[in-house]
């Protein structure tokens, strides 16, 4: 079955310019997590999403927002850009129950802001 | 390719050879720890997880051990092959809603052949 797919995979924006990722989650997977990865920080959690509610937060400015639709896919919005918002921003989505705890991660969109 | 991170811990192991990546996590209260590993220009991909009652867990060709007392997990990698070289990144998380992954720093393997 197909992957967690994000668009753009990569994207230059401006300061001050606001930016909107998408992630199309695994069928049937409908809790989706965002995530920020930078070589100084590492991987921060972002949001998580589950039948279109935001249910958990990152430690993040409100310029980082999100939603999920009815069909699980999701967006992050991120306004009035900043140079360290520079980073790879992952999606990832999960089937709830199971035994695998894991999340499945797209590949990314890497944003750069100049 | 992307650089996933520029002061990572590196670990260099010769082809054929066993590696073992360690990993100090925070939260006592994780009820759940999972290995994933990185390579350049992709997401993490899922190795390995092991529930908080266990202590070992073993994969194909991986094996992941959990020592609670000193909040300590290890990721044991059997036969490398240069395939395994990538960013090995670990993660704990809680159950009941609280679907929030927490990640330790990463190591980066490089297998010399």
């Known amino acids: 079955k197909a992957g967690v797919t994000q668009t753009p995979r990569y994207l230059i924006k401006t300061r001050g310019q606001q930016v909107t990722l998408s992630c199309s989650p695994i069928?049937?997977?409908?809790?989706v997590s965002w995530y920020q990865q930078t070589p100084g920080q590492g991987l921060q959690f972002l949001f998580e999403?589950?039948?279109?509610?935001?249910?958990n937060k990152g430690n993040f400015p409100g310029r980082f927002s999100g939603r999920q639709f009815s069909n699980s896919r999701s967006e992050m919005n991120v306004s009035t850009l900043e140079l360290g918002d520079s980073a790879l921003y992952l999606c990832?989505?999960?089937?709830?129950?199971?035994?695998?705890?894991?999340?499945?991660f797209g590949s990314g969109t890497r944003l750069t802001v100049v | 390719g992307e650089s996933v991170g520029l002061h990572l811990p590196t670990l260099s192991v010769q082809e054929g050879d066993n590696s073992i990546i360690n990993c100090a996590y925070s939260?006592?209260?994780?009820?759940?720890f999972i290995w994933y590993k990185q390579e350049s220009g992709k997401g993490p991909q899922f190795i390995i997880d092991?529930?908080?009652?266990?202590d070992k867990r073993q994969g194909q060709r991986v094996t992941v051990l959990l020592n609670k007392t000193v909040k300590h997990l290890s990721l044991q990698i059997a036969a490398t092959q240069p395939g395994d070289s990538a960013v090995y990144f670990c993660?704990?998380?809680?159950?009941?809603?609280?679907?929030?992954?927490?990640f330790g720093t990463g190591t980066r393997l490089t297998i010399i052949p």
């Open positions: 092991i529930r908080s009652n266990m």
């Open positions: 069928s049937g997977h409908r809790s």
């Open positions: 999403y589950f039948s279109e509610t935001q249910r």
């Open positions: 990832a989505s999960k089937s709830l129950g199971g035994t695998n705890y894991g999340y499945t």
């Open positions: 993660a704990w998380g809680s159950n009941f809603g609280n679907e929030k992954l927490t």
């Open positions: 939260n006592s209260a994780s009820d759940y």
